[in-house]
Structure formats: C-alpha cells, structure tokens
C-alpha cells in the first residue's frame, strides 16, 4: 500500500510545484498578491506531499516490503533497524526524494520566514517551485522509487556493507542540507534579477540559507572524510575523488560568497560578483549532483548510475546555469556597483579571499573534469592527489596567509600598519610555533614548521580579534571559522609529515611496534553479527608489560550482499590516533597486520566542527537580531 | 621413437630442479616475519613506497596503489619491488608501467600538448582573477578619492 500512496503523493507534488513555480514567478509583478498568496500555500503543499512519499518510502524499507523494487534491491530483513531507515536514501532513487524533501523544507522555509520583500519572497519560491518541478519529473521518468515488483521476494539484496554505518547514514542528509540550501541562495539571487531589487536586499534575505548551506557542506565533508578514514582502512582521509571534489566545489564557493555577501549587504559593493557567486555555487552543486548520479565517474558514491538519467540531470544544468546566466547577462549591466574603497580596506582582503578561492575551485574543477572530457577524446589519464596537492596547496597558504588581516582592517579605509600591529601576538605565537617543531618533533621538516606556524597565525588572529572587539556573536563567528582553518591544518601536516607505520605478519603473541607503541597480536577469533560473520583479531597495546589498551579490528563478510569489509581499530587521545587494521590470513595462521599511528589526525575533523560552529553562532546572531528588530517595530507602532 | 635413457635422466634431473626451486620458493625462510611485500632494504622500501603512490590501481575507483585492496594493485606492488631489487631507477619503472597501462596509471599526470590546459588553466584562471580584482581595486580607489 504505501508504495502506492508514495506515487500519488509524488505525482500530486509535481503538479503542485508546478503551481508554485507559475505563481510564484507571476507574484513577482507588484500586481500579483493572490499569486503570491497562492504561491505561499502551493509550498507548503509541496513539502507535505514530499514529505508523505518520502515517509512512504521509509516505512517500505523498514517493513522490508520486498514487492518495492528499490526495497528489494537495497535491503535485506536482517539488516539492523537504523540501517534500514538509512537504507532508504542509501541508493539513487531513495537519494533524488531526499534531495526533493530538503528542497521542499527549504521552500516552505522561505514562505513561512518571508524575508526581504513580498515580490522577492514571491519570485524566489518561483525558482524553487521549477527547480523542485525538474527533480519531480527526473524522479518519476527516470529514478521512481517506488516501482513494483511481482511477484514480491522473500529476501532482498542487501545494502552495500560499506554504507551500513552510523558516519554515513548521515553524511548524505547532512550533504544534502548544503547542496540544496544552495539552491534557496540561488533562487534568491535569481529572484533579485527578475524584480531588479538587485541591491543588498536579497543577500540579505538570503543570509540565513546561506549559513545553514555552509554549516551542513562543512559538516557533511568532515562527516564524509572522516568515514572515509576509518571505514576504508588505509589511513587516509581525502583521496581527491571525483565525488568528493564534488562537494568541495561547492563549499570553496559558499566560503566566497559568505564573504562576498558581507559587502554587498553592507553597502551594495560587489552586487554583481555576488549574483554571480550565487549562482555559481548552486551550478556546481548541480554539476556535483550530475557526476555521482550519472555514472561518468566511477566512485564508492555512484552506487547506482545509468546514462539515461545523466543526459537528463545535464539538461537539467544547462537550463539552470544557462537560464541563470542569461538572466545574469540581461540585468546585470543594470546594476553598476561603484563601490568606493581604498586598497588598505576589508573590501580588498574580500576580493582577494574571493580570487583566491575562485582559483582554488578552478583547480578541483579543471582535475575533476579533465579526465572526462579526456576520454570523451579517447585519451585516457588520470588526475589524482599529487596534481590536486601542488596546485592546491600554494593558493591556499595564500589565502590562509592573509585570512588574519581580513577582520582587522575596517570597511571603505583601513590601516594596515595598524592592522599589523594589532596582529603582533599572533605573529609572534606563529614564529615560536615554528621554533618549537623545529627544535623538538622530529624528523625535522620546514614544512611542518610552516604549517604550524600558519595555524598558530590563524588562531592566534582569532584571540586578538575577540580580545580586542570583545565577545559579540559576529566576531565570535568569524573567528571560530578562521581558528577552526588552523586546526584542520595542523591536523593534516601532523598526519602527512610525521606518520609511522607498520605492514607485518604476525603469528599469534608476536609483537610489532609501531610509532611508540607495542602491540602485541592475541590471535583471531570468529564473531556473529546481526547480518554479518567476521573474523576478530585481539590487540594488545602495551606499554612495557602492561596492557593499555586492547583493540578488535575485524574482517567481516556479508553473506546477504556476497561482500567483505573491514572494520578498524582506533584508539585515539584526542591528538593522536593509533589506527589497526587487520588484512588477509595467510599460511601458517599468520595474519597481516597494518598499524599506523597518525600525530594530530583526530584535529583534522575537529577544526571542521569549530569551522561550522563559527557558521551556526552567526546563524543564531541573525536570526535573534531579526527578532529583536520585529519586537522593536512592533513596540515602535505601539508608541506610534 | 626411443627416447634414450640419458634424455630420460636428464629430464627427470630438470623437473626435480625445478621442483626443488618452486618448493624453496614456496617455505618461507624463517626470518621472514614480514609480508613478502615489503623490503628488507628501508630506502628500497621507501622509494616503492613513493612510487606506488604516484601510481594508479587501474581496476579501482580512483585509488593509488598504495591504497588498493585489489588483487591487481598487490601483483605491482610486487612487480615494483622486483624492478627496484634488480637495480631499475624509479624513472625505468615509471615508463615501464606507462607503457603497459598508458598514461591512465600516472595519478600526476604528465607535462605535454595533451595536458597543457590541464597543468595551465587553473594558474591562468588565478591570474585573471587577480587582474579583474586589481582593476576593481584601482577602480574603487579613484572613487573614493573623488569623494
């Protein structure tokens, strides 16, 4: 039954996006308060009857109710309960509806928030409505989640074992929060240029979905990094994957139009470069959303792809951007900024964060399409980390170079021997930083001096911004976000520049010492799973002869999905991770072992927690400024 | 046809040859405590282990060498050890490899007419960026000085 409720609901939300997108886009026109009105309720509409379908689909997955094809194909009655619920947006079809229900919650977010004026609001749930229309039809014609199967199985084919974990169930939402949050940016943006009330309003108005975009992106990426840690087993955390570049294109662009926007709210400077960032971000979002569902990369992601649907999703980036852009083209030579700054001024400090971001996606960008494009000409090459690592890298110790300055020099004409200054105390924590690596962390590396000297430099910027303009939210929010840019850094040179480890085969009561430690391997023990046997080994920690701790890394075997994956070991301090992996039995009851002790590994994530932090105190401070400036208007008209 | 009997000898000779070679192969010597994968030799080692880095498992999904679980990626790891232990330079290595899987198994991709927008796009778009912001800036700084 509730696959069949799902379709109808489906089918009822197309046709009421249809309906917010025409009145909506026809409430733009001063004229246009019933289309408006209607517009209004068509959103809410629309995120009931998403949200029905949605909860359809759920309800057949955890039912196990096998006469649902995208059930059966991706779910299994032993699976554990939360990996059933998270089954449902663990494959293609269960993904695009969830994609649909966070564009209808931020649909119906704009209708009820109203922010800016009634013909922006008017002409933004316009753009959502076509966007939501498109996603609609590319669900329902290509990817329905709810067809059926007759006649129904006893079993279903299970969930790919490496996406049955708490880290990933909600990464994709998480993801899916920033990507399509993008999209409300984008229809405000989009919004501006269709009323022409393309000054500081809008980005104004469009604050809010900003932030909550580059919160959930920013903890969506530490989210899937760090899975990507200790779920694959090798230690690592970034692979430059296509999928994962196509999260961090989007990210660099939010970060550049986070600040961007600043200046355009503030005195309309920008107006068109800003415009220009918005759409920009949601472009890529699409162009990212195009390369895991299409299939042209091949990913841990694409779980399932087939061309059909990435001619569809590309039809859909070419009318978006190129609908976007030709808007853009007509407007924007309307919209002269004529903003008037002097070089010394935080205006420059947000352009150059802006170039220097903008060249920082051109690089993931180009190494990301590049080999597509490549073999479409019948050359095939890869593009992977080391290229992404040299010319990523220097832009980006750029741009952390001159982050400190920014929030030190004031708007339209700063000082910047002033700012310098100021700044002494971080500058001289950076020069003891370096001093300090250098004298005692061995091996000696100067980029390991230079790395953390750089973090010491952001931190310390951040103190002296909060010391010296007090703790008001604002500040507080800038410098968590540049603080938290610190620690990911010092997390990922304590990593790469000084990790040890260990590949050995070890019989049992063998030992192997990897980076301080001792372990000491107790054997190999089966273990039963509720969906799954595995082979558990028993690893001592010592310290000496005593035991300090005692890890179980597993091999386990899926039978339902015919799948093996492993399952690591970590023992962290917070500073300092002791990672265990257990490999492949060989003769003589030996097992391979691989150990690695990662220095600073566990801050790599934790400055993307401070990061996003920094994003949801600004948040907050929004969102009870506007409430506070509500009451001030109500009590205004009062006294009035 | 009769085989003479020192034909016969000598191939039974060969064949226990062999068999005694295979079977030495086989028993691991006593200090081999670790995978037959890594060197004995730390600088040989390290040096494989660079190199598997730069180096793509070309049946997997974007993963180096030095990260693949594949049956494939073990077999060159193992071929890279044996070319290093028989004294090839990492370059010899390098286009040895390049020349079997083509040019898709270098994870940094050369420097020629096929890549050149690859290596010149992104420092391209820097410059272009910069020089549109300077011209803002200039722009702005007129302005503000009129004022």
């Known amino acids: 039954m509730s696959g069949e409720i799902g379709q109808l609901a489906l089918a009822l939300a197309l046709a009421l996006a249809f309906v917010q997108a025409l009145s909506g886009l026809s409430g733009a026109r001063a004229t246009g308060e019933r289309a408006r009105a209607i517009a209004a309720s068509a959103a809410m509409g629309l995120f009931v009857f998403v949200g029905l379908a949605f909860g359809s689909l759920v309800f057949a997955f955890v039912t196990s109710d096998f006469s649902v094809l995208d059930v059966e194909q991706n779910s299994h009655t032993l699976k554990p309960l939360l990996y059933k619920v998270t089954g449902a947006w663990g494959n293609h079809e269960g993904s695009m509806l969830l994609w649909v229900l966070v564009l209808a919650i931020y649909s119906a977010a704009i209708a009820l928030l109203r922010r800016g004026s009634e013909r922006l609001t008017s002409a933004a749930l316009g753009v959502q409505g076509l966007i939501a229309a498109a996603f609609l039809l590319f669900i329902l014609f290509t990817s329905n989640p709810f067809l059926r199967l007759d006649p129904a199985p006893f079993e279903g084919a299970g969930l790919n074992p490496l996406l049955q974990d708490p880290g990933l169930a909600f990464h994709p939402p998480m993801l899916y929060t920033g990507y399509v949050g993008l999209s409300a940016t984008f229809a405000y943006a989009a919004a501006a240029l269709i009323t022409g009330e393309a000054d500081g309003e809008w980005a104004r108005a469009a604050r809010p979905f900003m932030l909550i975009a580059w919160v959930a992106l920013t903890l969506g990426i530490t989210l899937g990094s760090w899975w990507a840690y200790y779920v694959l087993g090798w230690g690592g955390y970034w692979f430059w994957d296509p999928v994962e570049n196509a999260s961090l294109m989007p990210w660099l662009v939010a970060t550049a139009l986070l600040h961007s926007a600043l200046a355009t709210e503030r005195s309309g400077a920008f107006r068109t470069w800003t415009l220009l960032l918005a759409i920009g971000a949601f472009s890529l979002s699409l162009i990212g959303t195009f390369l895991v569902r299409s299939g042209v990369v091949t990913s841990v992601h694409a779980f399932a792809n087939d061309p059909e649907r990435g001619v569809f999703i590309l039809l859909l980036i070419f009318l978006a951007i190129g609908g976007a852009l030709s808007l853009f083209a007509w407007r924007a030579p309307t919209l002269e900024s004529g903003a008037a700054f002097h070089p010394a001024s935080r205006e420059t400090l947000l352009l150059a964060n802006n170039v220097l971001l903008v060249a920082a996606v051109s690089v993931v960008f180009v190494g990301t399409i590049y080999p597509i494009l490549a073999s479409a000409m019948g050359t095939r090459i890869s593009v992977g980390a080391p290229y992404f690592e040299i010319l990523f890298a220097p832009i980006f110790v750029a741009l952390l170079v001159l982050v400190p300055l920014g929030p030190r020099l004031s708007w339209s004409k700063g000082d910047l021997k002033e700012a310098l200054r100021a700044l002494w105390p971080a500058g001289a924590a950076a020069l003891l930083a370096a001093l300090l690596v250098l004298a005692l962390v061995f091996p000696r590396t100067l980029a390991g001096a230079g790395a953390f000297a750089l973090a010491a430099w952001l931190v310390g910027a951040s103190a002296v911004d909060t010391a010296r303009r007090g703790l008001r939210a604002h500040v507080l929010a800038s410098a968590l976000a540049h603080a938290g840019l610190g620690v990911t850094l010092i997390g990922i040179a304590g990593t790469s520049l000084w990790k040890s480890e260990a590949l050995e085969l070890l019989a049992p009561g063998e030992e192997v010492g990897v980076g301080g430690y001792s372990l000491r391997f107790d054997g190999v023990a089966r273990a039963i799973g509720p969906n799954y046997e595995a082979n558990r080994a028993t690893i001592d920690v010592m310290d000496g002869n005593r035991i300090i701790a005692t890890l179980h890394p597993e091999k386990r075997v899926y039978p339902a999905e015919q799948q093996e994956a492993i399952e690591t070991a970590i023992r962290t301090t917070g500073l300092k991770d002791l990672y265990v992996a257990l490999g492949d039995e060989r003769e003589g009851g030996r097992w391979t072992l691989r150990a690695y002790v990662n220095p600073c590994a566990p801050l790599i994530w934790f400055g993307g927690g401070v990061m996003a932090l920094g994003g949801i105190v600004s948040l907050v401070a929004r969102l009870r400024l506007r409430r506070a400036s509500a009451v001030a208007r109500r009590e205004g008209l009062v006294k009035g | ?147």
């Not at chain 2, 039974?12 to 086989?26: F, H, P, Q, S, W």
């Not at chain 2, 974007?62 to 004294?87: F, K, T, V």
């Not at chain 2, 990492?90 to 927008?117: C, H, N, S, W």
Request: hydrophobic share 50%; glycine share 4%.
């Open chain 2, 1 to 147: 046809m009769i085989v003479p009997a020192s034909a016969i000898l000598a191939r039974a000779i060969r064949a226990l040859l062999l068999a005694a070679l295979v079977g030495l192969m086989l028993v691991p010597s006593a200090s081999a405590m670790r995978p037959p994968e890594v060197l004995p030799n730390a600088q040989q080692e390290a040096r494989a282990r660079a190199l598997q880095r730069e180096l793509r498992c070309v049946v997997c999904q974007g993963q180096s060498l030095d990260e693949s679980n594949a049956p494939l990626a073990a077999d060159l790891r193992r071929l890279i050890r044996e070319r290093i232990q028989a004294g090839h330079d990492d370059q010899a290595i390098e286009d040895y490899l390049v020349a079997r899987y083509g040019d898709f198994i270098l994870m940094k991709p050369r420097f020629d007419p096929a890549t050149y927008a690859l290596w010149l796009a992104p420092p391209a778009m820097l410059i272009l960026a910069g020089a549109i912001a300077m011209s803002v800036v200039i722009a702005a700084r007129r302005r503000a000085g009129q004022n």
